[in-house]
């Protein structure tokens, strides 16, 4: 009995400390880093004109999320980290301003569009990569946007 409950202690403790390295990884990651100025614009791509942030990395939707809620977790944020803006975001080129807000969320304010929390992908290592179309990780799946705000379903 007494092996269990130090293992049960143990396992705890593991599992806090790698939550909290989860949580670290996504305050830290280039991608979750609050800007101060977050341009919203339009990229071509494959998909046709997507949202991407101010450095060219496509911006994604989680079906999840309720309008103007996150639904994404500490785990999930490590890999879909929030666009985070201080102050207000712009639009560029294409966009239309008034589709743009903000939520309040861990770590700052998350940039919303049509009322659609915005996040970029990890994986995305470039500007103008789109791997994230379609995943399904976290519970439901990820799209990229339209210029109108909806969800871009169909592969091309």
């Not at 341009?39 to 999320?65: C, E, H, M, P, Q």
Request: proline content about 5%; overall charge positive; glycine content about 10%.
């Amino acid at each position: 009995m007494r092996t269990r409950g130090c293992t049960s202690v143990a396992t705890a403790l593991a599992l806090i400390s790698l939550s909290g390295a989860v949580g670290a990884a996504a305050a830290t990651s280039p991608a979750a880093r609050v800007a101060h100025a977050a341009t919203v614009s339009l990229r071509s791509t494959a998909y046709g004109k997507i949202l991407a942030n101010s450095k060219g990395y496509t911006l994604y939707l989680f079906a999840k999320d309720k309008n103007d809620k996150s639904e994404c977790n500490i785990a999930c944020l490590s890999i879909w980290p929030f666009l985070l803006v201080s102050g207000k975001p712009t639009a560029g080129p294409g966009v239309n301003q008034k589709l743009l807000g903000t939520i309040k969320v861990s770590g700052g304010n998350e940039v919303t569009y049509s009322g659609h929390p915005l996040y970029t992908y990890v994986p995305d290592t470039a500007p103008g990569v789109v791997t994230g179309e379609g995943s399904k990780s976290f519970g439901a799946e990820w799209w990229v946007v339209s210029s109108a705000g909806k969800a871009i379903t169909k592969k091309p």
